[in-house]
Structure formats: structure tokens, C-alpha cells
């Protein structure tokens, strides 16, 4: 494949981590753009049973992986276990990335942020003023409801239990 022909003893790596994360998209899609950029790197993905985040984070820091992208059950043990926060990670209590940024391990949440761009670019729509419906009180509804009320939608959450529900809209403001 082009991968197998790009790798070499400099190409740099990241990784998704999930369990399960077998299924997911993210290898090809970002070897895919690796390719095209022509850069020697290559993503894959490795699967973390649960519980083992930290384990995950620190292996990230010893094998010298440069970027890793995180699904569940993974979101919150590595927010716990990186160096530094961003912003946005630090309001929602979750991370779903992490990158270096010199010697440190830096958590981002980009979901809520990449939903948003997401409906300005792809769907030509601003979110201001939008009444929007959040279904859904967990870590990917926190997010969108944040973003979303940043970008000055009006946000409504409904969720199985309203305690959660109230949650959420409280992380939207």
C-alpha cells in the first residue's frame, strides 16, 4: 500500500485509541491525507481496554507519538492524565485529542468547535440565532451544546434523566 511504502525509520506517528476502536474510520482517512500532503507520517489504530487511559497517555510520551485522537471510553482518564488543558477541554472535562506542544502532552476537545465549523462551512448555515435541539446529555452533547451557544444558538437539551439534561444546558450557559 502507500503507507507501507512512506514508512521509514524518521516517519512520525499518531494514533486513535478507544475500546473498541477497531471499526474506525479515522486510520484511513488520515493516511489518506497524509499521503496526499506527502508527509511521512502514519496513523493507526490501538486499542486501550478500558480503565487504562493514563497507561495510553504515557505510552504517548515514551514511544514519542506525536498526536493521538481519543474516543470512549477514554475521554475523561485522559483528561486526567495530560499535562496541560485547553480552554475548552478544561469546561467540558473531557479530551479528545492531545498533542505536543514541546514536553508537554496539551488535551484539546475540538468536537464542539469542529460541529460548529462544520455547519459554517459545509452547510453555508451561521448557528447565531438557530434554536437548536441537543438530544442527549453525554460528553459529545456537552460539547455541541457549548459550541453552539457560543456560536449564539438558542440551545434546548432533552436527555432520559433531567438531571443530566440540566447539566448539559448548564456547561451551554
Not at 26 to 32: K, R
Not at 66 to 71: A, D, L, S
Not at 124 to 143: F, K, Q
Request: aromatic letters at 2%.
Amino acid at each position: 500500500s502507500e503507507v507501507a511504502r512512506q514508512l521509514s525509520g524518521a516517519t512520525r506517528l499518531a494514533i486513535v485509541i478507544g475500546d473498541p476502536v477497531r471499526h474506525s474510520l479515522s486510520p484511513a482517512l488520515h493516511n489518506a491525507a497524509f499521503n496526499a500532503l506527502g508527509l511521512d507520517w502514519v496513523y493507526v489504530a490501538a486499542p486501550v481496554p478500558a480503565g487504562q487511559a493514563g497507561a495510553a497517555v504515557e505510552a504517548m510520551r515514551t514511544l514519542g507519538i506525536e498526536g493521538m485522537n481519543v474516543t470512549m471510553p477514554h475521554k475523561q482518564g485522559v483528561f486526567a492524565a495530560v499535562d496541560r488543558l485547553a480552554p475548552e477541554a478544561q469546561v467540558l472535562g473531557a479530551v479528545n485529542c492531545v498533542r505536543r506542544e514541546g514536553g508537554l502532552l496539551v488535551g484539546e476537545n475540538t468536537d464542539g468547535p469542529g460541529l460548529v465549523r462544520s455547519i459554517r462551512e459545509d452547510l453555508g448555515i451561521d448557528p447565531g440565532g438557530l434554536r437548536t435541539l441537543i438530544v442527549g446529555a453525554g460528553g459529545a452533547a456537552n460539547a455541541a451544546a457549548r459550541s453552539l451557544a457560543d456560536a449564539g444558538a438558542d440551545i434546548s437539551v432533552t436527555n432520559r434523566t433531567a438531571d443530566r439534561a440540566e447539566a448539559t444546558a448548564e456547561i451551554a450557559g
